[in-house]
């Protein structure tokens, strides 16, 4: 005679529930995390965040970052284009400031 076997459902884990956010808002989010995962944008977002409200100028980030005033001006760029930080000039300088709703959003986003 052969055995039986019970057919028993296997489940691996919890079911999936709904997202929090949807693929356009998954995008936007992998955009900001994206231009976060380089170390010298981090240190940058990290420097002009301690300057507070008024933000820094780019002639202030040049010698804490170690690199030269166009590598920290394409660093901004990225950051400025992922929309972690917005500028203004100011005469013949660019100043930028944290947007911190958008940064808010990303930390919300890791739970």
Not at 48 to 53: E, F, H, N, R
Not at 96 to 104: A, N
């Amino acid at each position: 005679m052969g055995s039986i076997k019970a057919k028993i459902p296997v489940v691996c884990c919890a079911p999936v529930g709904s997202a929090s956010f949807d693929e356009r808002d998954a995008a936007e989010l992998a955009k900001g995390f994206a231009a976060l995962a380089d170390p010298v944008r981090l240190h940058l977002l990290s420097l002009i965040t301690s300057a507070g409200a008024d933000g820094a100028c780019v002639c202030d980030l040049v010698e804490p970052s170690g690199r030269s005033q166009p590598t920290v001006s394409h660093h901004l760029k990225v950051l400025r284009e992922a929309g972690l930080v917005a500028s203004e000039k100011r005469g013949t300088w660019a100043w930028y400031r944290v947007e911190q709703q958008r940064v808010d959003a990303l930390k919300l986003a890791l739970g």
